[in-house]
């Protein structure tokens, strides 16, 4: 819940960068964020494996769709739909989740963390409204949605072996490298000395707050929970932007985004709580008495 919260909150945070160049930008905020990584995990003894065989394949997924495409679905989408449009459709991933999360663990949906999601998911359109936008803007909104899935989804074969440090420190410097990449081709990296104080603050907060430390709490929890249930988390992130708006002098929300927030904290509680199996009945031990 605090990893989620630290993604909403940096909708606020990620407007100062609106001007900045996208890629350059990114880069710096990922190679910060795993030395950062890097030098926690030797500080609290938890070693990194070096992948092998598919598990580079994975790993490279995931920062190429769960990082790098992910930023620029959300950078574009938002030049042809209102940003409620993007959130809204990022707070579908719940659903999303709870149907492929458990197929790839090898176990059935659950019925309860389902409608769990569809609770979540309807509260925090709510809390976000659905705004305008074009064909277009649907598209990106679109592949954020899936991006954000796969962020999650395809870290599962991964978990197992590199946990969520490994998994956390691997994208990230994979991220990296991919977006110095896209710079060096469509962005001119001098371009990073206009950026002003404030700017280079937020680059700051976003590599150890929303990357460094968000990245490892959220693999720890798909890892302790499962993805179906840990993608309910999502639908903290509406909430948390909400909040954030209202932190910066965005006024205090109305009652549909009240009735989204209420039905937002519903479903989670229906989600995570536990879940209640039938088995047989205890047996009941006597104490023999021989004749």
Not at 34 to 54: E, N, Q, T, Y
Not at 168 to 183: E, Q
Not at 227 to 241: D, K, M, N, T, W
């Amino acid at each position: 819940m605090v990893g989620m919260a630290l993604v909403g909150g940096s909708v606020t945070v990620s407007r100062s960068l609106v001007d900045a160049p996208l890629f350059a930008t990114q880069a710096v905020r990922y190679a910060a964020a795993a030395l950062l990584l890097v030098a926690l995990a030797r500080a609290v003894g938890v070693p990194v494996l070096r992948p092998r065989g598919r598990e580079w394949l994975w790993l490279a997924g995931i920062a190429a769709v769960g990082l790098v495409l992910f930023n620029v679905a959300v950078v574009r989408g938002v030049a042809h739909a209102e940003p409620a449009v993007i959130a809204v459709a990022v707070a579908a991933v719940p659903v999303l989740l709870g149907l492929v999360g458990p197929l790839l663990e090898r176990r059935r949906p659950s019925g309860q963390v389902l409608l769990a999601a569809l609770v979540v998911v309807a509260g925090a359109v709510l809390v976000e409204g659905t705004g305008r936008t074009d064909a277009t803007g649907v598209a990106w909104a679109a592949l954020a949605l899936g991006c954000e899935a796969g962020f999650t989804l395809l870290a599962v074969p991964v978990l197992r072996r590199h946990g969520a440090w490994g998994v956390s420190v691997h994208a990230v410097w994979m991220g990296a490298v991919m977006l110095a990449g896209l710079t060096l081709v469509t962005e001119r990296p001098s371009d990073l000395a206009g950026l002003a104080p404030g700017q280079w603050a937020a680059v700051g907060y976003l590599a150890v707050m929303v990357t460094a430390v968000a990245f490892v709490l959220w693999y720890r929890t798909v890892a302790a929970v499962g993805s179906g249930r840990a993608g309910l988390l999502a639908g903290i992130v509406p909430v948390a932007a909400a909040g954030g708006g209202v932190l910066a002098g965005g006024g205090v929300p109305g009652p549909a985004v009240w009735v989204g927030l209420a039905l937002v904290v519903a479903g989670l509680a229906l989600g995570l709580r536990p879940v209640r199996r039938r088995g047989p009945a205890p047996l009941i031990h006597r104490e023999s008495v021989s004749p």
